[in-house]
């Protein structure tokens, strides 16, 4: 997408400064997650915020929000003093931020998510006409095509999504802060995402854009910012970046390879799936494949063609119509989640705020509550000493950011949570791991861990399942790609051997 035309309206530097945080210094115990960092967002621009996990993005964006009180430093608001208490205080204010963990009414209607707690009336009632006229209003300004009454449960991330940035327009907000908001996207998905982003910038609006993705940056900020350890790097003009200029920015050194180097040798089958059809309707269709050990097998399709049901059918989280699991050879009953972990398998799951963490608690209990039954001394007591050592182990292999295990989980960056919960099922030490996005919003250096963690395991004769909606991450991780299109096996290929357009066409072979 081309800015050309914010360069017209908005000559380069010649665009208000519409935010300023100057100077923010915020402290927790045990470490200073932000040291004098500046910010300014122009107007009718898109400034990408960038970091490694930890890097104080989040905590910067709190800052602001009034969620935390930065200890020292100064906000402005369209060359206003600001101090915000509360995010409601933000949002009347016109600052806005669509989160990366969505959190919104899932059983209430669209229409109720945008207006909740601030409904038009007429006298003493909710005048529930004009709510649906304005929702209607503004989604024909942003050209969604949702139907204000539909439940937001029946959403996809991508309309829940849309859903938010209309309630952030309906409060007629001048920046609005978009957290890893492709995180879960199609291509189409984000394209239309980046119209929007247009369709805002053309209108004044200031983006605040957090995510991970180089490419997409580079498309479509004007700014970029970057932060490393809670410090102020650098900001330049997205014109005068490059991917590698930025990895450097970010992580302090060169990162000359994305992928590590692939060193697994897939050798004999250690599971087959024959036939798999499930009871949830409509779901996966006749679906059959092998892993075998020592092999990493990616998973690709558009987002609805039911790849998450596959790994959740195998981790007893659903119910089998039809079908056989073979596990060694020998078939294996799968009908809730502790008979897989038994079998061997471990599952990781995308929603991490949702399915993987306990948030209000520590890392230590997050760490070993998977395999909880290995620490029962006698008499049922817990082994302290051993959970404790375990806990480091995953702190120290998976490289967490932590000022302790005490620390409780909730209070870590995203791409740390994932390391622990990861670290969690290593220590069931499984035959079979399956990671649904196990990298999404995580940021290039935690990537390169994570993937050559899978191919340390894949050493070690362990069978992976890698669920991904990336392609050069697939390309660039797995031996074979198995493609879902709408339920089915669209086909699978060997990852030498494929490319993109390839697996493009074969996720929409039954659309």
């Known amino acids: 997408m081309n800015h050309a035309a914010h360069t017209q309206t908005h000559p380069k530097n010649a665009a208000r400064a519409l935010l300023e945080m100057r100077n923010i210094s915020k402290s927790f115990p045990g470490v200073k997650a932000l040291d004098q960092v500046n910010l300014t967002v122009r107007a009718g621009t898109v400034h990408a915020l960038m970091g490694e996990n930890g890097a104080g993005k989040s905590t910067l964006m709190k800052s602001l929000f009034g969620i935390y009180h930065p200890d020292e430093g100064e906000i402005f608001l369209d060359g206003a003093p600001i101090q915000f208490t509360t995010a409601k205080q933000a949002l009347e204010c016109g600052v806005a931020m669509v989160h990366q963990e969505l959190n919104q009414v899932r059983q209430a209607s669209v229409m109720d998510n945008i207006w909740l707690g601030r409904y038009p009336k007429k006298g003493l009632f909710i005048d529930e006409k004009r709510a649906y006229e ?16 539909v439940k937001v449960a029946t959403l996809s991330v991508s309309e829940m999504q849309m859903v938010e940035i209309a309630k952030a327009v309906s409060y007629e907000s001048k920046i609005l802060v978009l957290d890893e908001p492709t995180s879960s996207l199609t291509e189409i998905e984000v394209s239309h995402l980046f119209k929007i982003i247009d369709t805002l910038t053309k209108r004044g609006v200031g983006v605040i854009y957090i995510s991970h993705k180089m490419e997409e940056i580079l498309t479509i900020s004007d700014d970029v910012t970057v932060m490393r350890d809670g410090k102020w790097i650098a900001t330049e003009p997205a014109s005068d970046l490059t991917m590698d200029r930025i990895i450097n920015l970010m992580v302090g050194r060169d990162l000359t390879e994305r992928y590590p180097a692939k060193t697994n040798q897939p050798a004999e089958v250690i599971l087959e799936v024959k036939n798999l059809v499930s009871l949830t309707q409509p779901s996966l269709k006749d679906v059959s494949f092998t892993l075998r050990k020592g092999e990493i097998l990616g998973i690709a399709g558009l987002v609805g063609s039911k790849r998450t049901e596959i790994v959740e059918t195998l981790f007893g989280l659903r119910a089998l119509a039809s079908g056989e699991v073979l596990l060694h050879g020998e078939p294996i009953e799968v009908k809730h989640t502790q008979q897989a972990i038994n079998h061997g398998f471990a599952l990781v799951t995308e929603e991490r705020r949702q399915t993987g963490i306990f948030g209000i608690l520590d890392i230590k209990f997050n760490a070993t509550i998977a395999n909880i039954g290995s620490y029962r001394g006698p008499f049922g007591l817990l082994r302290n000493a051993q959970q404790e050592k375990d806990t480091q182990w995953v702190i120290e292999s998976m490289r967490v950011k932590t000022p302790s295990q005490k620390t409780q989980i909730g209070t870590l ?37 994570i993937y050559q963690l899978m191919i340390d395991l894949a050493n070690k004769d362990k069978g992976i399942i890698m669920i991904s909606s990336e392609m050069p991450e697939l390309i660039g991780t797995t ?30 072979k039954y659309l």
């Open 479 to 508: 031996d074979r790609i198995l493609v879902m299109s709408n339920g089915r096996v669209a086909g699978i290929v060997e990852t030498a051997q494929t490319t993109q357009a390839e697996i493009m066409a074969l996720s929409a």
């Open 413 to 449: 960056s995203g791409g740390n949570q994932q390391k622990v919960i990861l670290g969690r099922w290593l220590l069931t030490e499984p035959e079979v791991l399956m990671l649904d996005e196990p990298t999404r919003g995580i940021d290039v250096g935690a990537k390169y861990e």
């Open 134 to 149: 304005d929702t209607k209003k503004i989604f024909e300004s942003l050209d969604i095509k949702l139907d204000p009454n």
